[in-house]
């Protein structure tokens, strides 16, 4: 079965095509919108990569110049199903769905909720159904992993009525990244996932925490949406709610405006003045105290979560570090776990520093609870969900 994966941002697609074995093209169609989109794409078999700048104003554009020029490159002739990452799929779906039309209305009622997602992901399930009419498509939803988290860790004590009314409470995000990395540190550990207890961190550019109790989350650090929990590259993770209005009374600002302060102006970028990327504030940090204080904060939140999980869960077998940040700094990993030998967790410097971009244990043999770094797949995961639920409905 050949099965393409979707991600529709809102200006950009990111694809992968697997036949049965391999990821056989993956690319990213960027700054869909104008004159001067860039296509690139990589056969990681072949070791081909190709970047283009073309035109794309428009989603559907991208879908059809991927399925008419880009995925041919591959040899691959016929796609057999789709699969596309949806960030919201509210509180009605547990699982990947194949999707209908009620499907399609439950995602444009998730809007309000993600506004920068959803109707990006809904124009690719759109251009799909034209292009490429007879092959289902299957919604795999960021939130689905985490209808399993307890009422009391979901709802926010706020009047409940806003619960009920506009359905406020915790949604979780990154679902499938968590599901891939919990699958992965049961292989790596040879024990069956219905056995182990962890804590994955997805430290990206976007950043969340889960606790995961046998096979399921318990408790993650995002919330209602993408910006609760530790601190990212540019929003503020969880802070005093009642900075906001205050804020928004002293600088004479709307709601909107206060909510782009929160999102794009904050976290790394907020700190540092410099950037969201971590390498650069890891490259300024001896030189620029803000840099610093960027870096030590990050790392401050990430460790108050996972201490959080490690009480709730009572103790736990693995912590997994994973995403930009997550597999690739040794650095922000050794921050993290600093001074927690009393609590079971003793990282082994060599492996830790030598464990960048791959997947290895990097805890010491004395550490109680291991240690991983894995490389985050969600592309794998959503190719694996389609496929076990085409295979069901046939
Ligand atoms: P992601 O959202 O998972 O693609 O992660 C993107 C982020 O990973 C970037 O913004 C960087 O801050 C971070 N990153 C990537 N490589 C490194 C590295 N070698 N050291 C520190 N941070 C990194």
């Known amino acids: 079965m050949n099965i393409l994966v979707l991600n529709c941002g809102s200006s950009s697609i990111k694809f992968a095509l697997f036949n049965e074995e391999h990821k056989i093209i993956k690319g990213l169609i960027e700054r869909i919108g104008g004159n001067d989109a860039i296509v690139n794409y990589e056969l990681p078999q072949k070791n081909v990569k190709y970047k283009n700048v073309v035109s794309i104003p428009t989603h559907e554009v991208g879908i059809k110049i991927l399925i008419e020029e880009l995925l041919p490159q591959s040899g691959i002739k016929n796609v057999n199903a789709v699969g596309h990452r949806v960030v919201h799929g509210g509180d009605k779906y547990s699982l990947p769905v194949i999707v209908n039309d009620d499907v399609k209305k439950d995602i444009e009622e998730c809007i309000p909720m993600a506004p920068l997602h959803n109707p990006h992901h809904l124009a690719g399930i759109n251009a799909i159904e034209n292009f490429l009419p007879k092959i289902p498509n299957i919604a795999v939803f960021d939130t689905a992993f985490f209808q399993t988290i307890p009422i009391e860790a979901a709802i926010y004590p706020l009047p409940y009525k806003y619960y009920e009314k506009y359905k406020i409470k915790k949604y979780g995000f990154h679902g499938t990244s968590h599901y891939y990395l919990m699958l992965k540190t049961a292989e790596i550990l040879r024990k069956k996932v219905e056995k182990i207890k962890i804590i994955t961190c997805h430290l990206g550019n976007g950043s969340s925490i889960s606790a995961i109790k046998y096979g399921k989350s318990v408790d993650t650090s995002m919330g209602f949406t993408p910006a609760a929990g530790v601190m990212m590259g540019t929003r503020t993770g969880d802070i005093d709610p009642e900075i906001v209005p205050y804020i928004q ?146």
């Open 249 to 394: 009374i002293l600088e004479g600002i709307t709601p909107k405006e206060a909510s782009i302060i929160l999102n794009k102006q904050s976290g790394l970028f907020g700190i540092s003045g410099i950037s969201n990327d971590m390498r650069k504030i890891i490259d300024e940090m001896k030189k620029n105290f803000r840099a610093e204080l960027a870096f030590k904060i990050f790392c401050y939140t990430v460790k108050k979560y996972i201490c959080a999980y490690l009480g709730i869960l009572n103790g736990v077998d693995a912590i997994i570090f994973s995403a930009g940040i997550g597999e690739n700094s040794y650095l922000v990993r050794k921050e993290v776990l600093k001074d927690m030998d009393k609590l079971g967790i003793i990282l082994d410097n060599k492996s830790n520093e030598s464990c960048v971009g791959k997947d290895g244990i990097i805890s010491s043999r004395k550490s109680k609870i291991k240690v991983l770094s894995i490389r985050t797949d969600e592309e794998v995961m959503i190719a694996m969900f389609t496929k076990k639920l085409v295979q069901k409905e046939n």
